[in-house]
């Protein structure tokens, strides 16, 4: 041997063999071999750096820095072969090492070429990638080639060893090299067939990879998909985020928009496809379609794949518990090691039973287990939040079509369907996250249970036996707990339709005071709610008390038979090893029923979903192609209806008929002109019927219902002509099925028979809303409340007539918008608007309406009766048919007169009409005004018409008086006593560890069956006793936090609750009750459900963390000095995390909000939606809001893994560092096994438990935002509900003392009364006039103290107002408001929900007085009949006679009537004025009228003009007042 060489081949003359030819001499010389391989990695070394250091500083491709990456062919596979090759090279050092130990043990010369050689082919391979890595990045392909060349190189320096070892006679397969040198071999062929495919595509492929769409959207920052296969794994292209949410607050805008696999518009369009196929293969098998076929279709692929990465990352977590029993081994064996007597090559069975070899494994497994198991979770969660992003569109875009009785029938209500959209796809989300575990679970207990069988023998059988018994009773706990879980979910359902009802008629609960009421019913369902809360968190207390008690009983039964079923003593490396796969079964036992949990919610979700997809749907299949955003108008029929319904163009506009299926407004592209014929449908005959010239809409022998399961018949033998570009007005009294025609023709009902056929024309989807701009004061800028809240109900008609208006179609339908309005505002907008707008210019106008002095303007009038058409035609032929028509039309041209003086006095741009405008701009200014008070004089920014708050959102880490008020409501006592128990239970494990491993250790050195049976007998008992001990404080444990958890749900509810019902009227002008629902719906189902597991997990995380640094500091003190720095590490980590995902927690909760506001808004407009093909753009603005709560969301699973790949591996890593330090210790310490096998078994749990403690804190953090939220709203400022109590009887008289009463909205607004002084004495009938916005419903309001009064007081009988409890005030007033309200229930409930009404017979006589008796006696159930939400199932004005009865039943000595008769017909109206003037004879009753007449026999006339007092007096004195307003109404009339 060349003296040169000696430094790397050693002093070795056995290398060269004269009498061998040189092919054989090379084969022999294994120095030569290695020498040759570290030749080729060093110059390919070389060359990459050379190259990337070039290219890289010395060209423009130093600039390049994108956040993407557009990787070549086979990119994964290189990687992950790449580092599979970096590991078994990593094998080959060491191999190399423990050869050349073997020559140093016997004192021969160390030979570094058995391990340089991998040396440098591990850093030219990690280099490599570097390199590859940059040719992606700068795409430059000619690059493959060195990389090609360096895997050839490769290849043959490795084929030659394999050569060189067979002519040695190594080849075996128990040499180790021998096994490393075959493994690479196939390695490198694979690289090199993967470079060569990646030079044949980019040389000598034509076609052009097409850039990715996503990449050509700068908003989209969303990675994933276009990053290297490290940064992919590892989320380190999410860094970016993680540094901008450190540094600032993160906005929605700082996420951009998710990418298109992502999107809410991409997942539905795949999903409903799916859908459908499905369902037609099911209506062809007589089958409902399975929503799981579907899931499994789309889904399924990917989540095999995460299947399979699943178990390969829990196969490779056994190889740590396998391990920790080979190291106790290896540290046994120090005391007395044995020596090979000459130099050799490693085998495999020796370089396995090295404990440095073992603790480096462990650290690859848990690093190999990590990325499986992290990316396992993320696919599961990606096609989690596709799924609930695929399910929220299909929901709202059935939601659109879903037909008028499933929701007004009591089919569904709103609480049901807003679940639907909130609950079932959360639900479904957790199921995907979860479903692996269901397989998994049962595969890791039985590898598991194999495992210790080969350690421990029939003992671990013995063990095994208690899984078999308690696994059923698991089982049948998880589906005990599923049970209730339907139960609470029904009575959540009832809880937030209780809730949303309360919230919708929130003004008039509280004008009546009967919050308080309505409070409490809520509170008896939470009551009830949170005993079904209790079951199912006992069901979780006995799963986690069985999840412990099974390993725990499964050891003391493994252990305690071990010596008598073996004859043998346990030693540490037995126990743990057994021990720490015993430790391995608490984690799948635990999530098993969790799993299955949330699977069987999944199921129940899932059956939900399918049962509401498939509800009754509109006739009108008007739905919107939602890919372009076009309109499609289709036929509206039937399947098995007997006629058709059509929409169709006359014959003399269309010379090409078009026909479409039935389907073909979903599947097709049809942009419909005017013109064309929209569908003709083929009548049973076969013919068609095309609509004669000259007519609009044509209704055929209709009979029309609303439930399709009903036998009652509410239209019926309709045969009617409505004439195009005319006026059609349909009339007839309450009840009499006047909104049901206009309902039938908008295909809103079933039709029984018959068909209705529409002409129409499309034009440019120009539907948006575009009243006067000078109505408010930042135009048709200007924001509205939700439900026009903050508008009068005239306001409200005239915008939905200007609506109509401007929407440009060519039928326009109009439901009574005359009801709520002046006579001279509705005679301007009959005249400007209906008239001179729409009839004028030839539009087809249908008029519902109770003014018959308008009747004489329509070219058709149609009277309905008992639903069916009593009479049609023109005037005459009206009054021929029915006489009684003639003076009802008189009777309503006389009340009409009396208007026309004060309409001549202002002209038709009507007083009224600007003051209306004034009002309205003065409720906006007070939103405005309030919101500016903190803000500079001078800023007038571009939101001055914006009305509805932001919602509000904390900043920074959740205060620890949020953490502070969650213990106050949770209660001190009870949250120490669980921290004590908590503190017994860790301290009972750490002892039953330590006598452990006593035992263990007494068992060595043993030779004798007595000596065995005594170390039995001695430790045993205690360890039984420990064991036992540990159980009972764990379960007492849990169920303290239970009780802490269940206590703090029912306060923080109560105290929300019973806030939010007394708050100002105000307060929901500016905030969407979708927002406010949002805290009684997603926040509480976070306190109630989701606190209890991370409280739990959060502690008992903790406390094993400690106890783990405890029995580790106690064996092997050095592991402090290490684990200091990793716990600031860890801090330091959890800290730059949580300024992230904390924000993001607010941005998901934020943005969710809004989807469920519009969600609520849109099944509220359902039909005013449908009426105007508006369809489509609410699709997209819902779109458009499902996609911003996808980004945060999404973004914040990527920070939740970027986090857990982190601390796994940091968790890894203190694996390697407490095995090295304990294996130092054991040989330089003479540390024993025992405590080897128990610091390294509490080490591979300490990495599990400090990455469950910080990301529980976290979920904790995002979970308090729950509590913060609430707690927000439980301190909003409440109205002055306290005072003092009045005199028994209070008022006896209903005298009114206004004593200069000033009024305003809020501090800091203009008052809309000033200086007020009157009295109304008591019995009074008062009649309050002006024009609108004079003040007339503020007066109302004063009086009931909704609004402030800053100046001046009210007397009632002597009592000023403000001394009083308000509930008392409110409570002794009566006011019928203009917009009626009804609430789920019964109409008993209904007209006496305080249950004050004993006698049956007092509540059909309020209902004799509404002219309600006869309508609710014809209903099967009488006064126990149901009322669907909102009191759907009757029509306005049958609403708004039930308010009346209830004012009645009420008995009050005041009433007021604030335009309590507008949705009235005249003769309904005149019958109630008198029956008021008699019932209330000896009451004060207060009337705001639209209609002069009916305060014309009023005791005195209040008139307010511009807020103030302008006259007051009798009907006589003031219309003999000179100059008088009233007086001059009066005698302009009698001119």
């Known amino acids: ?64 820095n994108t956040k993407h990456l557009l990787v070549y062919p086979g990119h994964s596979i290189r990687w992950l072969i790449s580092a599979l090759l970096l590991v078994i090279i990593l094998a080959s050092i060491g191999e190399g090492v423990m050869t050349d130990e073997t020559y140093q043990v016997l004192n021969q010369p160390t030979q570094p070429h058995l391990y340089v050689h991998s040396v440098l082919s591990f850093i030219a391979v990690l280099v490599s990638l570097i390199y590859y890595h940059h040719m992606e990045l700068w795409q430059i392909p000619i690059m493959s080639l060195l990389m090609f060349l360096f895997w050839i190189c490769s290849l043959a320096s490795d084929v030659i060893r394999i050569l060189s070892l067979e002519f040695q006679e190594q080849s ?52 994933q998909s276009y990053v290297s296969l490290f940064s992919s794994l590892t989320y380190w292209w999410a860094n970016w985020l993680l540094n901008l949410g450190y540094k600032k607050h993160l906005e929605l805008s700082d996420l951009g928009v998710p990418s298109k696999q992502h999107e809410a518009k991409f997942n539905h369009e795949r999903f409903r496809k799916a859908f459908r196929e499905e369902t037609d293969k099911a209506k062809i098998k007589g089958k409902e379609a399975s929503l799981l076929k579907v899931y499994v279709k789309i889904y399924g692929r990917r989540l095999f794949g995460a299947a399979i990465l699943k178990l390969i990352g829990e196969m490779v977590a056994f190889i740590g518990p396998l391990a920790v029993g080979a190291l106790t081994a290896y540290v046994m064996t120090l005391s007395s090691p044995t020596i090979k007597s000459d130099a050799h090559l490693i085998t495999v069975e020796e370089f396995f039973q090295n404990g440095f070899v073992l603790v480096i494994v462990m650290f690859l497994s848990a690093v190999v287990n990590l990325l499986c198991l992290q990316t396992h979770y993320f696919i599961g969660i990606i096609e989690g939040l596709n799924v609930r992003a695929a399910i929220q569109a299909m929901v709202y875009e059935k939601s659109l079509r879903l037909s008028t009785v499933a929701t007004t029938g009591g089919k569904m209500d709103m609480g049901q369907i807003t679940n639907h959209m909130s609950v079932d796809p959360t639900a479904l989300f957790f199921m995907f996250q979860m479903v692996n575990n269901l397989w998994a679970i049962p595969v890791q207990l039985i590898v598991n249970l194999v495992l210790l069988y080969a350690q421990l023998g029939y003992a671990a059988l013995i063990g095994a036996s208690v899984f078999v018994v308690i696994s059923p009773i698991q089982f049948k706990v998880a589906a005990l707990i599923g049970k209730q879980q339907k139960k609470l979910l029904k009575l959540s359902d009832e809880r937030l339709k209780k809730t949303n009802e309360l919230l919708q008629g929130i003004k008039l609960l509280k004008l009546y005071a009967w919050e308080g009421l309505y409070c409490k019913a809520i509170e008896i369902i939470r009551a009830k709610e949170l005993i079904q809360i209790l079951k199912v968190h006992a069901g979780f207390v006995t799963t986690v008390s069985f999840t412990i008690l099974t390993p725990t009983l499964a050891t003391v039964l493994g252990f305690g038979t071990y010596t008598a079923l073996t004859g043998l003593p346990l030693t540490p490396d037995i126990t743990f090893s057994s021990l720490a796969l015993f430790n391995r079964l608490s984690m799948p036992l635990m999530m098993l029923p969790m799993s299955l949990l949330y699977f069987i919610n999944g199921i129940v979700s899932t059956k939900r979903i399918q049962k509401f997809l498939a509800a009754p749907e509109v006739e009108d299949d008007s739905v919107t192609d939602h890919t372009n955003g076009v309109t499609s108008e289709t036929e509206r029929t039937r399947p098995q209806s007997p006629e058709s319904f059509t929409i169709a163009t006359s014959e003399s506009e269309c010379e090409e008929e078009v026909l479409f299926t039935e389907k073909s407004g979903l599947l097709g592209n049809t942009n419909l002109k005017y013109g064309s014929r929209a569908s003709r449908h083929l009548t049973q005959n076969g013919s068609t019927k095309p609509l004669k010239h000259g007519v609009a809409v044509q209704i055929s022998n209709g009979n029309f219902l609303w439930d399709p399961e009903s036998e009652n018949v509410v239209l019926s033998d309709i045969n009617v002509e409505i004439p195009e570009g005319k006026l059609t007005i349909i009339t007839g009294q309450v009840g009499t099925g006047k909104s049901s025609l206009v309902s039938a023709i908008l295909g809103e009902m079933t039709t029984v028979s018959g068909s209705v056929q529409i002409r129409y024309k499309r034009v440019i989807d120009a539907c948006a809303l575009r009243p006067d701009i000078d109505i408010l004061p930042a135009g048709d800028q200007t924001e509205i409340g939700e439900k026009g809240i903050n508008l009068s109900g005239g306001q409200k008609q005239r915008i939905s007539v200007a609506r109509t208006m401007y929407s440009d179609r060519d039928v326009i339908l109009l439901d009574d918008p005359l009801s709520a309005l002046d006579v001279h505002v509705g005679r301007h907008l009959f005249e400007k608007g209906i008239i001179k707008w729409l009839v004028n210019h030839r539009h087809t106008v249908i008029l519902v309406t109770h003014q018959l002095q ?39 041209i006389e009340l009409a007169s009396e208007s026309e003086a004060e309409l001549e006095q202002s002209g038709y741009e009507s007083e009224s009409v600007k003051e209306e405008r004034a009002q309205l701009q003065q409720q906006v200014k007070t939103a405005i005004l309030t919101k500016q008070i903190s803000k500079e004089p001078g800023r007038n920014g571009g939101t001055s018409g914006a009305l509805m708050e932001k919602e509000e959102m904390e900043r920074g880490s959740v205060s620890y008086t949020v953490y502070m008020y969650y213990a106050v409501n949770a209660g001190w006592f009870l949250l120490l006593l669980s921290f004590i128990m908590a503190i017994i239970n860790t301290g009972l494990s750490i002892g039953n560890n330590f006598w452990l ?17 005594k170390v039995f007998n001695d430790y045993f008992g205690g360890y039984v006793g420990l064991s036992a001990s540990y159980l009972v404080f764990r379960v007492l444990t849990s169920l303290t936090l239970v009780g802490v958890i269940l206590r703090a ?15 100002p009227l105000r307060f929901f002008d500016t905030t969407p009750i979708g927002r406010v629902l949002n805290r009684f719906s997603n926040d509480t189902q976070l306190i109630d459900a989701r606190l209890t597991p991370t409280i739990n997990m959060l502690l008992n995380s903790l406390l094993k963390i400690v106890s783990a640094v405890v029995v580790n500091t ?29 924000e993001l927690q607010r941005l998901d909760s934020v943005s969710k909000s809004p989807v469920f506001a519009y969600f609520s808004e849109s099944i509220g407009g359902l039909t005013t939606i449908r009426a105007f093909r508006s369809g489509s753009r609410f699709y997209k603005t819902i779109i458009h809001r499902i996609n911003a709560n996808l980004s945060a969301f999404l973004y914040l699973q990527v920070v939740n893994r970027w986090l857990a790949v982190r601390l796994d591996f940091i968790g890894a890593l203190v694996v390697l560092i407490a095995g090295m330090t304990t294996l130092f210790g054991a040989l330089t310490g003479g540390l024993s096994p025992s405590l080897v096998g128990l610091a ?111 100046k001046g007081r009210v007397l009632i009988d002597g009592v000023d107002i403000k001394s009083i409890p308000l509930t008392t005030l409110r409570s002794e007033i009566s006011i019928i408001p203009q917009d009626p309200v009804l609430f789920t229930g019964t109409i008993r409930k209904n007209l006496d929900p305080v249950g004050q009404v004993s006698d049956d017979e007092e509540l059909w006589g309020a209902l004799g007085i509404a002219q ?10 009488g006064l126990d009949s149901a009322i669907s939400e909102g009191g759907e199932n009757f029509s306005v004005g049958q609403r708004q006679l039930f308010c009346l009865a209830r004012a009645f039943l009420r008995k009050s000595r005041i009433l007021i009537m604030d335009e309590a008769t507008a949705s009235i017909d005249l003769e309904t109206d005149k019958v109630l004025q008198g029956v008021v003037t008699n019932a209330f004879a000896e009451r004060t009753v207060l009337t705001i009228a639209h209609r002069i007449t009916t305060i014309l026999n009023s005791d005195r006339i209040l008139v307010l003009n511009e807020g103030r007092v302008a006259e007051y007096g009798t009907p006589n004195d003031l219309m003999e007042k000179e100059g008088g307003i009233f007086a001059s109404f009066v005698r302009d009339k009698d001119v």
Not at 854 to 882: F, H, S, W
Not at 1126 to 1137: E, H, K, P
Request: aromatic share 12%; net charge neutral; proline share 4%.
């Open 1049 to 1063: 749900a029912k306060r923080l509810h109560q105290n929300v609750l019973r806030n939010i019902i007394k708050v």
């Open 1412 to 1421: 309600l008796r006869d309508v609710v006696s014809s209903l099967d159930g």
């Open 1 to 64: 041997m060349d003296p040169e060489w000696e430094w790397f081949c050693g002093i070795n003359s056995s290398y060269t063999n004269e009498s061998l030819d040189w092919y054989d001499n090379v084969r022999n010389n294994t120095c030569l071999v290695n020498g040759v391989g570290s030749i080729s990695h060093g110059i390919f070394l070389i060359l990459f750096s050379l190259i990337l250091l070039v290219v890289g500083c010395c060209t423009k491709y130093r600039q390049v």
């Open 1114 to 1142: 106690i064996v092997v003190p050095i592991f402090i000095v290490f684990f200091i720095p990793i716990a600031i590490g860890y801090y330091v980590l959890q800290r730059y995390f949580l300024a992230t995902s904390r």
């Open 997 to 1013: 491993s006593a035992w263990s250790e007494a068992g060595l050195g043993l030779n004798e069956t007595e000596q065995y049976n």
């Open 854 to 892: 308008y009747l004489n303007r329509a070219d058709l009038i149609i009277e309905m009766k008992d639903g069916r058409i009593a009479a049609q035609g023109t005037l005459d032929d009206v009054i021929a048919a029915d006489p009684d028509m003639y003076s009802e039309y008189n009777k309503a």
């Open 172 to 223: 075996d397969v128990h040499i180790l090299i021998f096994d490393i040198t075959i493994i690479k071999i196939a390695m490198y062929v694979v690289l090199i067939l993967v470079e060569a495919n990646v030079i044949r595509k980019k040389f000598f492929c034509h076609k052009k990879a097409e850039f990715p769409s996503d990449l050509k959207k700068p908003e989209v920052l969303y990675m």
């Open 1240 to 1350: 390294v078994t509490y080490t591979l749990q300490i990495a599990g438990f400090l990455n469950f403690f910080v990301r529980t804190v976290a979920d904790l953090e995002m979970n308090m935002n729950a509590v913060e939220r609430i707690k927000y709203y439980t301190n909003v400022e409440n109205e002055p509900y306290k005072g003092k109590d009045p005199p028994p009887g209070w008022p006896r008289r209903g005298k009114i003392q206004l004593d200069n009463m000033s009024v305003r909205y809020a501090r800091d607004t203009d008052p809309v009364l000033r200086d007020v002084t009157v009295t109304f004495r008591p019995g009074h009938k008062i009649g309050i006039c002006g024009r609108t916005g004079a003040g007339k419903s503020s007066l109302t309001l004063a009086l009931l103290r909704v609004i402030d009064i800053y």
